[in-house]
Nanobody, 123 residues
Framework: QVQFVESVGGLVQPGGSLRLSCVAS????????MGWYRQAPAKQRELVAV???????RYADSVKGRLTISRDNAKNTVYLRMNSLKPEDTAVYYC?????????????????WGQGTQVTVSS
């Protein structure tokens, strides 16, 4: 089972920016659709961005125009660039992926969930 390790998040002021990265184990990363998810306290985990193996992307309405997902297959890494951050973006962020795109967008990717990384947006 593919495993994922997220980079350290942090505390950011409203309007600020942050870039998260996630490294995957294994040699089949390039065929995986990858997603960034987040879970705020007392809320369900939600998908915020997905990138297909071919590079097409899709975003939750709440983050469109502010978050950008990208990937570097040579480094087995997926990134999430976050701009214009808002307090409501505060959450633990996770990455995960699957060979099947539909599993990623339905919040059921087959990879192992990591510990996630805390992102706090506050002044």
């Amino acid at each position: 089972q593919v495993q994922f390790v997220e980079s350290v998040g942090g505390l950011v002021q409203p309007g600020g920016s942050l870039r998260l990265s996630c490294v995957a184990s294994g040699s089949i990363f390039s065929i995986y659709a990858m997603g960034w998810y987040r879970q705020a306290p007392a809320k369900q985990r939600e998908l915020v961005a997905v990138i297909a193996s071919g590079g097409s992307t899709r975003y939750a309405d709440s983050v469109k125009g502010r978050l950008t997902i990208s990937r570097d297959n040579a480094k087995n890494t997926v990134y999430l660039r976050m701009n214009s951050l808002k307090p409501e973006d505060t959450a633990v962020y996770y990455c995960n992926g699957d060979r099947l795109y539909d599993r990623v967008v339905s919040n059921k990717p087959g990879g192992s969930w990591g510990q996630g990384t805390q992102v706090t947006v506050s002044s």
